[in-house]
């Protein structure tokens, strides 16, 4: 059985506390829950049906309430994934898909080397809370649709300190998606509904 200790999910709350400094918002664990479903585990995906069940049968409260759950991704559409989170504009349509889903081993202290310091949960509540990843776009678009990030034409590999994709813009490209929306961060950015109270469901097979 995989379950997270009740000392790794503080962590994980921890971790997005720190990296939100500044921001106006805080993160409060309000529950847990640890349910055993191989199924949803295992192939939990964006749009699949799996992940329609498992979001039907355990999300809790409404558009300001930060479900977040663990999973596995190692088959399906979703093998292989980090994770991923629904945006502000999707809530009206389809509110039983809002949240952001993360892979289980990426908690602090989790197994997944060079991805389990919390993080991934900090970068896709960013896409949760509206922001786009720098490269949106590429060169031409609007990026993180945050003023002072330098246009950037696609995804890094690791961090690279000197890569610069579009040299006819300004600003070489970031070291790494900005995950925290910073304090510059225009207001318009966040949505009036941005947090309350984090859910964490951890799912196991």
Not at 67 to 74: A, D, I, K, M, P
Request: aromatic share 8%.
């Amino acid at each position: 059985m995989i379950h997270h200790r009740d000392s790794q999910i503080q962590a994980q709350i921890d971790v997005l506390n720190r990296d939100y400094t500044g921001t106006g918002l805080s993160f409060a664990l309000q529950n847990v829950t640890r349910t055993s479903n191989s199924g949803w585990f295992n192939n939990a995906a964006p749009d699949s049906t799996q992940q329609t069940a498992m979001k039907n049968a355990l999300r809790t409260g409404n558009s300001s309430t930060l479900n977040l759950y663990s999973v596995g991704f190692t088959s399906g559409d979703g093998e292989g994934l980090l994770g991923y989170a629904t945006f502000p504009s999707d809530y009206e349509d389809n509110p039983e898909d809002d949240g952001v889903v993360i892979l289980y081993s990426s908690l602090p202290g989790g197994s997944m080397t060079n991805f389990n310091m919390g993080r991934t949960a900090t970068h896709e509540i960013g896409h949760w809370l509206g922001l786009y990843h720098t490269f949106q776009g590429g060169c031409n678009g609007r990026g993180d649709y945050v003023a002072d990030t330098p246009a950037e034409a696609s995804p890094a590999d690791g961090c690279p300190t000197s890569r610069d994709t579009c040299r006819n813009s300004p600003g070489l490209d970031r070291k790494s998606l900005p995950v925290p929306p910073s304090p510059k961060l225009e207001p318009r950015r966040l949505p009036p509904f941005v947090l309350s109270r984090p859910q964490l469901h951890g799912l196991h097979p």
